[in-house]
């Protein structure tokens, strides 16, 4: 080959991998931006009732319409799920007497901001008591905040999720509360018990019998998700008495 043809040759080379790279970048982008979309029942819960007044700009905001809570809840959705899936969810325990926050991610993924939470507290500072919770990857996402931010945070929960490998949560003292679904085909009990050395040796354990992971929220169901047994109505059910339970436990 000629000196004249190598650089040539290597120009080529670098315009075809900036090619690859801009495809692959396009792509992910695209798989990211598709989320999985709020069923009719959780846009119903985005309106301000007598019980709970609804907010939505940066962030979806829960609050009773009664009182000024002092304890609140952080949520981060699970990964490519539109944070509206989670409103009924929100409103549920808002009506109980907590203040509830749904952090939407940067391209729907709680992976590219585990921090976020840290803005919400600051903004909501009548809260004295703050716990943290996450489905799937934002449950994950969740325990990574309370690992980095021991002091902000009381609670952890986590819906059909478990902490990464590097987020070992076992000696903080936090109150922590994991909920599996029998049924989860994602995310089953066995895999989220086999991160039990990552979290406090206090954790509350409850296993939602005949539940799966798609139920934890309103998108409808996931492909490779378990047939749930029971309804959506009384999966969340479960999950809001055992989040509302943690809550007034950790409370001033």
Not at 19 to 40: D, F, H, I, Q
Not at 207 to 214: E, V
Request: hydrophobic content about 45%.
């Amino acid at each position: 080959m000629s000196a004249r043809a190598r650089p040539r040759l290597t120009l080529r080379i670098v315009l075809i991998s900036l090619g690859a790279a801009c495809v692959v970048a396009v792509g992910l982008l695209l798989w990211a931006s598709w989320t999985r979309s709020p069923m009719p029942e959780a846009l119903s819960a985005l309106r301000t009732s007598k019980d709970v007044k609804v907010t939505v700009q940066k962030w979806g905001v829960f609050e009773p319409t009664r009182g000024k809570p002092t304890t609140g809840l952080v949520f981060y959705p699970a990964s490519r799920v539109d944070w509206r899936s989670y409103s009924p969810l929100a409103r549920a325990i808002a009506s109980k007497g907590f203040l509830v926050v749904i952090v939407p991610m940067p391209l729907n993924l709680a992976s590219l901001d585990s921090g976020r939470a840290r803005s919400v507290i600051e903004q909501f500072n009548r809260v004295k008591a703050w716990a943290i919770a996450g489905h799937g990857e934002g449950g994950a996402m969740a325990a990574r905040f309370a690992v980095h931010h021991p002091r902000l945070v009381r609670a952890l929960i986590l819906l059909g999720a478990r902490p990464a490998a590097g987020d070992n949560l076992s000696a903080e003292r936090i109150t922590t509360l994991s909920i599996s679904a029998e049924r989860d085909g994602l995310v089953p009990p066995l895999v989220i018990k086999g991160s039990a050395w990552l979290l406090p040796a206090g954790t509350l354990w409850v296993t939602i019998m005949g539940g799966n992971h798609s139920q934890f929220a309103w998108y409808g169901n996931q492909d490779r998700d378990g047939k749930a047994l029971i309804s959506r109505e009384e999966q969340q059910a479960r999950v809001v008495r055992a989040t509302v339970e943690v809550l007034r436990s950790i409370g001033d």
